[in-house]
């Protein structure tokens, strides 16, 4: 049963009473990686559960799922959480923080059903119709070529000339379809089309040359944001989000000092839209029709903006829409987003963290970012998203790893990044293909030539995660596996429910009756 919206100082809260026996699993999902506002305590002794989300929730057992979900978000985020009875999930809370008295409540919907993949895919049809998804073009593997994952803050104009030579002289058996230009071009944040001591030649020039190698420029920028040390920020201050004393609210940033402290672009003030439609124009003018949108969800700070009836959502939709139409055949990628608010305004969009060149995060240290940025991190949180693919957007794994030079990770490790580009058909790598030898250059192919369509998590359980997952290969039923432990592990063709003679799409091999997965394998199995 749903509670209507109740107004609360600061938003409106709502609870969806829930009729299910003890033990009812949690599932969940990120849907964005900004602000996570707080609720507000709930009374009458009721616990909270400690697993939230700003999207979607759903809660349940094998036999019954409950969905909540938000499926627009035109003004505010929706955060959820499951609210406990001693053992049991007795609702289902829902708070807008952003709804202010007088105004309508986002739209969320409620679904029941035995499957809750199911339930996620019907969810994200709901949302992509609502929030006015365009008919999303799939009908390939994008491919691609960026420098982060080989160079990261050392790339140079040099890196980057000398892989797009590379890449036009190397287009068998992969062929990268886009290359974009990425994060140090700049001399600060914010200051785009300002180039730094290390990019002598101009990007125009660049892009021509991506150009007349066969391939489509793109460029790597973040719109939403700006360092206190760009020209753009000293120029213009009043550009920017202030708190209540009328001083610019900052975030501390990943790059170096003075380029470290950022401030969030306010999309309400005119000015600043301009310049930011001068940026893309400009770009576009130069040859650059793909653009990576990172940082996005610094774009969502809170604080005084121009327009005192604007919310950070509502602000983040309409520098996207400025975006939008001021490039309106361009390819826009979004990157560290919230998903909800970019539905409908942008064309693919990452659903993983960084990847990164070690296995797991077992090597966080070596991390540039420190984060723990791995290929299995990257690839679990992808697959944690698969009811986006190709709903909402063209879904991002982030890069392909498939080299065995500047890299950390074996070559069955490197299959589990094959895997996340061939099931979201996204397929974009950092692997310089000069130096790149034939045994991995066939494995990257593979992200580029296979798609599994409709991947889901294979008789998994809500809360557990999956080593198996089922699609269809060119029509036929098909069926991931994975092993991210250290011991081997034992699967039937029967349990799985494949024919006996089994074909493993990533290496040929013939697999009969039993598949033995040794530690840190993964294989892609289809009926011969």
Not at 78 to 104: C, L
Request: aromatic share 10%; hydrophobic share 40%; charged share 25%.
């Amino acid at each position: 049963m749903a509670l209507s919206w109740e107004p609360l100082s600061g938003g409106y809260r709502r609870l969806v009473k829930l009729d299910l026996p003890a033990g009812a699993a949690v599932c969940t999902t990120t849907l964005t990686m900004g602000r996570s506002s707080p609720l507000p305590p709930m009374v009458g002794g009721l616990t909270i559960g400690d697993i939230s989300s700003t999207g979607v929730i759903v809660v349940g057992n094998p036999d019954r799922y409950v969905l909540a979900g938000a499926v627009t978000a035109f003004r505010s985020l929706t955060m959820f959480r499951a609210v406990y009875h001693n053992s049991y999930a007795v609702a289902i809370e829902m708070w807008q923080p952003d709804i202010r008295e007088g105004e309508k409540p986002e739209e969320t919907v409620i679904l029941e059903g035995p499957d809750w993949r199911q339930l996620l895919f019907d969810y994200a049809d709901i949302a992509a119709k609502k929030m006015g998804v365009r008919p999303i073009k799939a009908e390939k593997n994008m491919t691609g070529y960026c420098t982060w994952y080989y160079y990261y803050k050392g790339v140079t104009q040099a890196h980057t000339l000398e892989n797009i030579e590379a890449l036009a002289a190397n287009r068998s058996p992969y062929a990268a379809e886009y290359v974009q230009i990425d994060d140090g071009y700049q001399t600060f944040q914010g200051d785009w089309l300002d180039q730094c001591d290390t990019w002598p030649t101009p990007v125009k020039e660049v892009a021509q040359k991506i150009i007349a190698g066969g391939m489509k420029a793109g460029i790597w920028l973040m719109p939403t944001t700006a360092s206190t040390a760009s020209r753009v920020y000293r120029e213009h201050p009043d550009w920017f989000v202030k708190d209540a004393k009328g001083e610019t609210v900052t975030m501390p940033g990943w790059s170096p000092a003075p380029d470290n402290r950022w401030a969030c672009l306010d999309a309400t003030i005119p000015e600043a839209r301009e310049h930011i439609v001068n940026v893309f124009k400009t770009f576009w003018d130069w040859g650059f029709t793909y653009f990576k949108l990172d940082g996005l969800r610094f774009g969502l700070q809170e604080g005084i903006r121009r327009d005192p009836n604007a919310t950070a959502v509502s602000a983040f939709r309409l520098l996207l829409e400025t975006i939008r139409k001021a490039v309106p055949d361009a390819l826009i990628m979004a990157c560290s987003e919230p998903f909800l608010p970019c539905l409908g305004l942008v064309d693919n969009a990452r659903v993983s963290n960084d990847t990164g060149r070690y296995f797991c995060t077992a090597a966080k240290d070596h991390c540039p970012h420190n984060t723990g940025c791995s290929i299995l991190d990257a690839f679990r949180i992808s697959m944690g998203n698969f009811f986006m693919f190709d709903r909402w957007f063209r879904a991002d794994p982030d890069t392909v790893m498939a080299r065995q030079d500047n890299a950390f990770y074996t070559r069955n490790e490197a299959k589990f990044s094959v895997l996340a580009a061939i099931m979201t058909g996204v397929a974009l790598t950092s692997d310089h293909l000069g130096t790149i030898n034939a045994d991995r250059n066939a494995l990257l192919a593979k992200a580029q030539d296979i798609r599994m369509r409709d991947a889901r998590p294979y008789k998994a359980y809500p809360g557990i995660w999956p080593r198996a997952f089922e699609g269809t290969v060119d029509g036929r039923r098909a069926v991931a596996l994975v092993n991210d432990t250290e011991q081997e592990i034992t699967w039937t063709a029967k349990e799985l429910e494949l024919p006996e003679n089994c074909v493993d799409l990533l290496d040929g091999r013939r697999i009969l009756s039993q598949i033995a997965l040794a530690p840190h394998d993964a294989v892609l199995l289809t009926a011969e």
